[in-house]
């Protein structure tokens, strides 16, 4: 039998430890030597939206940045899981204006906005949401962008076997340095393909893109072009008060990081050339990003004001439906190395 991960975040209900998230961990350089490490990193995981970064240098091997001159924000948004704030909507119709396209073009599908702001702004205007308010609008504007670079159809860019995905695969793998095989597919929650890998796999990918070692000339130069322009324009990528914007923020283009869904989180410590991949077993988000923070209090070497931003996502609070503080969900101390 396969030993279980270890705990590495609980949730405290008043005194009491009501709940207990088993993880895996793996801090890793471009050379693919595991720096620290916790829990079964062999494993594969659907990586969902923490790896968009990587999903983005399908418009480096396509040439779409250069052919459409897309800019900093647009490849930001590329990279996001956004809130639906008006700067994210607005930020989304003018990338497909660019590409001569519209909202109509998506096919990420509609959903509220993340933000309640926003929620309340379409609810005065008795507005449905549309796909513009997808958090993977960008991200699926940066796929557009790919077709019509290539000169492949764009409808249809979400399925398996369209050339916007085969090139998205295939980036993927030059950056983990694994092959993505059809027994561990599924279909993320925008439509498009996810594939599973070894969560060291993604990390080492993470720091590859971070260096550009291992990397042929032109995706090491689009990851640095990608990173940057994340980590320039973080608000763009999350939204107010988000773990990966507020991060980003703070360590002023230092660390590149990411969520996906299911508890996964990913980034890079761009200065020390490590990548770093999370995955909480039972996938739960805030768990993931107690986690996450308290890796990098860790690994990152934050000052006072960075280590003050990552403490108040290691431990956080649980309001009950009143507002009133009940608990807490916080990583658990000495496991990060």
Same mark, same amino acid.
């Given at each position: 039998?396969?030993?279980?991960?270890?705990?590495?975040?609980?949730?405290?209900?008043?005194?009491?430890?009501?709940?207990?998230?088993?993880?895996?961990?793996?801090?890793?350089?471009?050379?693919?030597?595991?720096?620290?490490?916790?829990?079964?990193?062999?494993?594969?995981?659907?990586?969902?939206?923490?790896?968009?970064?990587?999903?983005?240098?399908?418009?480096?091997?396509?040439?779409?940045?250069?052919r459409f001159a897309l800019s900093d924000e647009d490849?930001?948004?590329?990279?996001?899981?956004?809130?639906?704030?008006?700067?994210?909507?607005?930020?989304?119709?003018?990338?497909?204006?660019?590409?001569?396209?519209?909202?109509?073009?998506?096919?990420?599908?509609?959903?509220?906005?993340?933000?309640?702001?926003?929620?309340?702004?379409?609810?005065?205007?008795?507005?449905?949401?549309?796909?513009?308010?997808?958090?993977?609008?960008?991200?699926?504007?940066?796929? &557009? @962008?790919?077709? *019509? =670079?290539? %000169? +492949?159809?764009?409808?249809?860019?979400?399925?398996?076997? !369209? #050339?916007?995905? $085969?090139?998205?695969?295939?980036?993927?793998?030059a950056v983990i340095g694994e092959p993505l095989t059809?027994?561990?597919?599924?279909?993320?929650?925008?439509?498009?393909?996810?594939?599973?890998?070894?969560?060291?796999?993604?990390?080492?990918?993470?720091?590859?893109?971070?260096?550009?070692?291992? &990397? @042929?000339?032109? *995706? =090491?130069? %689009? +990851?640095?072009?990608?990173?940057?322009?994340?980590?320039? !324009? #973080?608000?763009? $990528?999350?939204?107010?008060?988000?773990?990966?914007?507020?991060?980003?923020?703070?360590?002023?283009?230092?660390?590149?990081?990411?969520?996906?869904?299911?508890?996964?989180?990913?980034?890079?410590?761009?200065?020390?050339?490590?990548?770093?991949?999370?995955?909480?077993?039972?996938?739960?988000?805030?768990a993931s990003r107690a986690m996450v923070a308290a890796?990098?209090?860790?690994?990152?070497?934050?000052?006072?004001?960075?280590?003050?931003?990552?403490?108040?996502?290691?431990?956080?609070?649980?309001?009950?439906?009143?507002?009133?503080?009940?608990?807490?969900?916080?990583?658990?101390?000495?496991?990060?190395?």
């Amino acid at each position: 039998m396969t030993e279980a991960n270890p705990i590495l975040a609980q949730m405290v209900r008043g005194n009491w430890v009501e709940n207990r998230y088993r993880g895996a961990f793996a801090v890793v350089d471009a050379d693919g030597k595991v720096i620290f490490s916790a829990g079964d990193i062999a494993r594969p995981i659907f990586p969902r939206s923490a790896v968009k970064s990587m999903q983005a240098l399908a418009m480096v091997t396509a040439g779409s940045i250069d052919r459409f001159a897309l800019s900093d924000e647009d490849l930001a948004l590329a990279c996001a899981s956004h809130r639906g704030e008006d700067v994210h909507v607005e930020g989304v119709v003018h990338f497909l204006e660019e590409l001569g396209l519209s909202k109509d073009d998506l096919e990420c599908g509609a959903h509220a906005p993340g933000d309640p702001e926003a929620r309340k702004g379409l609810r005065l205007r008795h507005e449905a949401p549309s796909a513009l308010h997808n958090n993977c609008s960008g991200k699926h504007s940066g796929m &557009l @962008s790919v077709a *019509l =670079a290539m %000169g +492949a159809p764009t409808r249809g860019y979400i399925d398996r076997d !369209h #050339p916007v995905q $085969v090139r998205v695969r295939s980036a993927i793998e030059a950056v983990i340095g694994e092959p993505l095989t059809e027994g561990r597919c599924g279909t993320d929650g925008c439509s498009i393909p996810t594939w599973a890998a070894p969560l060291e796999a993604y990390a080492r990918g993470f720091a590859r893109m971070a260096t550009g070692k291992g &990397l @042929s000339p032109d *995706l =090491a130069a %689009g +990851a640095q072009r990608i990173f940057d322009a994340a980590t320039r !324009h #973080p608000h763009l $990528v999350a939204g107010k008060d988000q773990l990966d914007t507020v991060v980003m923020e703070a360590f002023g283009g230092r660390v590149m990081q990411k969520g996906g869904a299911e508890g996964v989180q990913c980034g890079a410590i761009r200065d020390k050339g490590w990548g770093y991949a999370i995955k909480c077993d039972d996938g739960n988000m805030d768990a993931s990003r107690a986690m996450v923070a308290a890796l990098l209090l860790a690994i990152a070497d934050p000052d006072a004001a960075q280590a003050e931003v990552l403490h108040r996502f290691r431990a956080h609070p649980v309001l009950n439906v009143r507002g009133l503080h009940v608990g807490v969900i916080e990583a658990l101390e000495g496991v990060w190395g």
